[in-house]
């Protein structure tokens, strides 16, 4: 009889994921914010930005979070397309299909940070934790409010 044996999931790998997560949703968030057309353009022309500065911050936190703890994140962004769930914007998203694009990207990420989540629980990596908790708390919110633009 032949036996798998199944990898844990690594905590810094997750918060790596993140930081790279976070780089791609960073341009695509400017790339959104700078290309954005139609009738909603003057409300999502700011709220994307209002997204990318905060996505900026989560990225910015994930990372000095993984140095304090000796690992060392991506910093490049071929490393970081490659480890992202994220994908970058294709170029030709209308204003609809950018949010939905980030609905379904920040749903992705919240999935992930809830794994990181429980792991970090698990190593009592309390301040990790609570990182991944306020970040996804906060994009439960957005997803949130990107679902009411959509009409869902």
């Known amino acids: 009889m032949k036996t798998t044996t199944q990898t ?3 905590l810094n790998v997750i918060m790596d994921k993140q930081v790279a997560n976070f780089s791609i949703l960073y341009m695509k968030l400017h790339h959104f914010h700078w290309y954005v057309k139609g009738p909603d353009f003057f409300t999502l022309h700011i709220k994307f930005e209002e997204l990318y500065n905060e996505a900026a911050l989560h990225l910015d936190a994930i990372a000095e979070r993984m140095l ?7 910093a490049t962004l071929k490393e970081q397309l490659a480890l992202s769930s994220v994908k970058e914007a294709s170029g030709r998203e209308n ?5 939905q694009s980030l609905s379904d990207d920040l749903e992705v990420v919240r999935a992930e ?3 990181g989540i429980n ?4 190593g009592s990596d309390q301040p990790t934790a609570d990182l991944f908790i306020a970040i996804r708390a ?3 919110k957005t997803g949130w409010m990107l679902q009411a633009y959509l009409g869902k």
Not at 68 to 74: D, F, I, S, Y
Not at 95 to 99: D, I, K, L, R
Not at 119 to 122: D, H, S
């Open 8 to 10: 844990k999931p690594d």
């Open 68 to 74: 304090a703890l000796g690992k060392r994140p991506t």
């Open 95 to 99: 204003a609809q299909e950018m949010v």
């Open 113 to 115: 940070l809830s794994e």
């Open 119 to 122: 792991l970090a629980e698990q």
């Open 138 to 140: 906060s994009l439960e």
